[in-house]
Antibody, heavy 119, light 106 residues
Framework: EVQLLESGGGLEQPGGSLRLSCAAS????????MNWVRQAPGKGLEWVAS????????FYAGSVKGRFTISRDNSKNTLYLQLDSLRAEDTALYFC????????????WGQGTLVTVSS | EIVLTQSPATLSLSPGERATLSCRAS??????LAWYQQKPGQAPRLLIY???NRATDIPARFSGSGSGTDFTLTISSLEPEDFAVYYC?????????FGGGTKVEI
């Protein structure tokens, strides 16, 4: 059974940093592209970032490029998202998601970790 | 960036009725479109991928069609558990984007 478990969310001040983690199990982690998708309170879904299975290529939404960094540790079956220079508009529930292999339709989702940016 | 426009924003229907949801892309995305269902307090669930392929364990009353810029999600006969918000998402190129969602309400 595929499981994705996010952690690391919390309250942070504007300009601060957080590191989110997503622990994966039940599939061949290094063969799957991984993704972060966020949802602001009461709003729709927003794709944030993706990383290929090898970790060799990363992709970002324009709203986070230069501030967020996606990475992975295939030896630990864990995906990360480093959030720097946080803004109030980054407040959201952050989901870890994956599809089958290197596809980018999201079949499997975690339950999300909440990031709140406020002074 | 490809913009996905979903319509209508809200669809008010009764159980047993047919639901037709639209997703229009600002440029051609081939068949690289997925549909998701989201209920309050839950993660989204993949319904349809590559425009017309049902995901694992998705009931046959859900169907997807379209290609290029115009796509449709059809629920042939609404069940009580189908009242939710539906999103489309493309994977044609970077950046990936989602539509703004359609709420199907009773």
């Amino acid at each position: 059974e595929v499981q994705l478990l996010e952690s690391g969310g919390g309250l942070e001040q504007p300009g601060g940093s957080l590191r989110l983690s997503c622990a994966a199990s039940g599939f061949s982690f290094s063969s799957y592209a991984m993704n972060w998708v966020r949802q602001a309170p009461g709003k729709g879904l927003e794709w944030v970032a993706s990383i290929r299975g090898s970790g060799g290529s990363t992709f970002y939404a324009g709203s986070v490029k230069g501030r967020f960094t996606i990475s992975r540790d295939n030896s630990k079956n864990t995906l990360y998202l480093q959030l720097d220079s946080l803004r109030a508009e980054d407040t959201a529930l952050y989901f870890c998601a994956t599809g089958r292999g290197e596809t980018y339709s999201f079949l499997y989702w975690g339950q999300g970790t909440l990031v709140t940016v406020s002074s | 960036e490809i913009v996905l426009t979903q319509s209508p924003a809200t669809l008010s229907l009764s159980p047993g009725e047919r639901a037709t949801l639209s997703c229009r892309a600002s440029q051609s995305i081939g068949s690289y479109l997925a549909w998701y269902q989201q209920k309050p307090g839950q993660a989204p669930r993949l319904l349809i991928y590559d425009a017309s392929n049902r995901a694992t364990d998705i009931p046959a009353r859900f169907s997807g069609s379209g290609s290029g810029t115009d796509f449709t999600l059809t629920i042939s006969s609404l069940e009580p558990e189908d009242f939710a918000v539906y999103y489309c998402q493309h994977r044609s190129n970077w950046p990936l984007t989602f539509g703004g969602g359609t709420k199907v309400e009773i």
